[in-house]
């Protein structure tokens, strides 16, 4: 029996469906570095890259509130 994570094929991914996992990828990849470079405009970058996200001034919105309703459990201030 094998242990972790094995991956499986699927067959050909369709190129719309291979389009959504790159913006999803490039959204969390940004993100990522803009928490570990503590960059607030790269998290804001992030955040307006996803769909459900209606405008750069929103992300920032989002971003303020996650911050103001989560710094107490926040090892890192930004």
């Known amino acids: 029996m094998k242990y972790g994570v ?8 369709s190129d ?3 389009s959504i996992l790159r ?6 990849r940004l993100l ?4 570990v470079e503590r960059d607030k405009d ?3 970058q992030a955040i307006a890259l996803d769909p459900f996200t ?3 001034k929103e992300a920032e ?3 303020d509130n996650f911050i103001k309703s989560s710094e107490k459990f926040l090892l890192i201030k930004f």
């Not at 913006?23 to 969390?28: F, S, T, W």
């Not at 990522?32 to 928490?35: C, K, L, N, T, Y």
């Open 6 to 13: 094995h991956g499986i094929s699927i067959g050909k991914i």
């Open 16 to 18: 719309l469906i291979l």
């Open 23 to 28: 913006l999803h990828l490039d959204k969390y």
């Open 32 to 35: 990522a570095q803009g928490i």
């Open 42 to 44: 790269l998290i804001i």
């Open 54 to 56: 209606p405008s750069p």
């Open 61 to 63: 919105r989002i971003f």
